[in-house]
């Protein structure tokens, strides 16, 4: 079956360090995948995408890393800031699917304590 | 920014009424899409609309939901007859016709009791 899994539902960190946060998936086919942030109550917010082509993606602060070998990405965010806890959602499409339909995993809550 | 916007931010309904959730996308976007999470759980796609219909539905969007863009600005999703089991968030989401991430509004708490 299809899966797709974020390490460890929480993840506690120290102000300035960084954090990583792995998403794995099983039988799917990306063509993209892509990092999301949503805040308690909110809607999911677009961070980062990356193509099943390219090795890695930086933006500010945030690094995301996509190996379909392994199945897997990793996303780190260097220098974090209590204002970066939030719930962090990795998503990826479907070669199968006609126009961005994204399937998305649990989340993993990130927390940065001062 | 532009940016999506969903009314109401909060619905209660008796099992058995309709509802109908409406958003307004992004003005130059092609791509429209309705999403739910209940709470606690994933983000889960419902069905995704382009050229004035449906491109995708999930097994969740059964004969209970429609979608209609009924003018050049509003997206709406209906659900025909609640159940208590639709009671969740509802996000709309909009993407422009390149490879970029999808675009959600702040969503709807719909609570049917």
Avoid at chain 1, 23 to 32: D, E, F, K, R, V
Avoid at chain 1, 68 to 83: D, E, M, N, V, Y
Avoid at chain 2, 95 to 101: F, I, L, M, S, Y
């Amino acid at each position: 079956s299809q899966k797709i899994e974020q390490n460890s539902e929480a993840l506690n960190i120290q102000e300035g360090k960084t954090a990583t946060l792995t998403c794995n998936y099983t039988n799917y086919s990306p063509a993209y995948l892509q990092w999301y942030r949503q805040d308690p109550g909110r809607g999911p917010v677009f961070l980062l995408l990356i193509r099943e082509n390219e090795k890695e993606k930086r933006k500010e602060r945030l690094k995301v890393t996509f190996d379909t070998t392994l199945k897997q990405s990793l996303f780190h965010i260097t220098a974090s800031q209590p204002a970066d806890s939030a719930t962090y959602l990795c998503a990826l499409d479907s070669r199968g699917s006609t126009l961005g339909r994204l399937y998305f995993g649990r989340g993993t809550q990130l927390t940065v304590w001062p | 920014e532009p940016e999506v916007t969903q009314t109401p931010s909060h619905q209660v309904t008796q099992m058995g009424q309709e509802v109908i959730l409406r958003c307004v996308p992004i003005s130059n976007h092609l791509y429209f899409y309705w999403y739910r999470q209940i709470l606690g759980q994933k983000v889960e796609f419902l069905v995704s609309f382009y050229n004035n219909e449906i491109s995708e539905k999930s097994e969740i969007f059964d004969d209970q939901f429609s979608v209609e863009r009924p003018d050049g600005s509003n997206f709406t999703l209906k659900i025909r007859s609640t159940k208590l089991e639709d009671s969740a968030m509802y996000f709309c989401a909009s993407k422009p016709p390149r490879p970029t991430g999808s675009y959600f509004g702040p969503g709807t708490r719909l609570t049917v009791t």
